[in-house]
């Protein structure tokens, strides 16, 4: 059953994206907030998509700790959603993309036209410097720049491998808060597969750590508060689930 419920839930994520990518198109023509609304748009159907088909409920919470402004958002990621979740709960967000996904239908268009930040994933040092530059030009319109640190989506469990190098450029160049968001999202969404399980997504927002701090300093707290919180997410969708940590090693 679970198997079929997941199945209905695909044709439904791609057949919105189609309805609302299609429907939303006048954006384009129109400034960057229409094509960001049409975004958050899709988000809020996913997470309908999930609650009436998967058996999901997602939670936000955390919203009184994110600051008007620019920001820096390091995020854990755990599984698709988390590339949507952005676009409800921050104001004007740009996410560090892979490249390849502006050839995608719709995907490709939104991004272009809300200034999402597409990068090669390859992390040559041209690289670097075209994302510090976007950076900057996210900090000095009042952006919010979301970027995951891991690199890439990790299963809920799994020993963090967090990258310093981008992260820590970024909060240099940029000169603005940063904002851990943590996340179990990957308890009902895998980050390979089909299945969806039953459950409790939760996407919490941090207290941000102050601009200007030590490079090493910022990059310590904030893994430490990441995977604090993360794991207390991880704890209490599993209960939700009725299952436990040996289940994940599992």
């Known amino acids: 059953m679970n198997t079929l419920r997941s199945i209905v839930f695909v044709v439904w994520l791609y057949a919105g994206m189609a309805v609302i990518g299609i429907g939303a ?5 129109l400034p960057r907030r229409f094509a960001l609304g049409a975004i958050a748009l899709y988000a809020q159907y996913i997470r309908v998509g999930l609650r009436i088909i998967c058996g999901i409920r997602v939670e936000l919470r955390g919203r009184e700790n994110i600051p008007d402004g620019p920001l820096l958002v390091a995020g854990k990621h755990q599984s698709m959603l988390d590339v949507f979740i952005p676009f409800i709960l921050f104001c004007d967000p740009a996410v560090i993309m892979k490249r390849e996904l502006l050839w995608y239908p719709a995907l490709g ?3 272009l036209k809300t200034r999402m930040v597409a ?5 040559t ?6 994302m ?13 720049l979301l970027i995951y640190p891991e690199g890439t ?3 809920p469990g799994d020993a963090p491998d967090y990258k310093s190098a981008g992260l820590t450029a ?8 940063v904002l851990p968001l943590a996340t179990n999202s990957g308890l009902c969404w895998k980050a390979r597969g089909l299945t969806r399980r039953p459950g409790l997504i939760v996407y919490e927002a941090l207290p941000p750590l102050e601009a200007g701090l030590d490079r090493k300093t910022m990059f310590a707290r904030l893994q430490d508060e990441l995977e604090v919180a993360s794991n207390t997410l991880i704890d209490e969708g599993l209960a939700v689930q009725g299952r436990t940590r040996d289940d994940l090693a599992g």
């Open 132 to 144: 510090l530059k976007q950076g900057e030009a996210c900090a000095k319109a009042g952006r919010q």
């Open 170 to 177: 970024l909060y240099n160049r940029m000169n603005v808060p």
């Open 109 to 111: 268009w939104y991004a």
């Open 119 to 123: 990068i090669d994933r390859a992390g």
């Open 125 to 130: 040092s041209k690289t670097l410097k075209m």
């Open 25 to 29: 198109l006048p954006t384009m023509l």
């Open 153 to 155: 989506r990790t299963k």
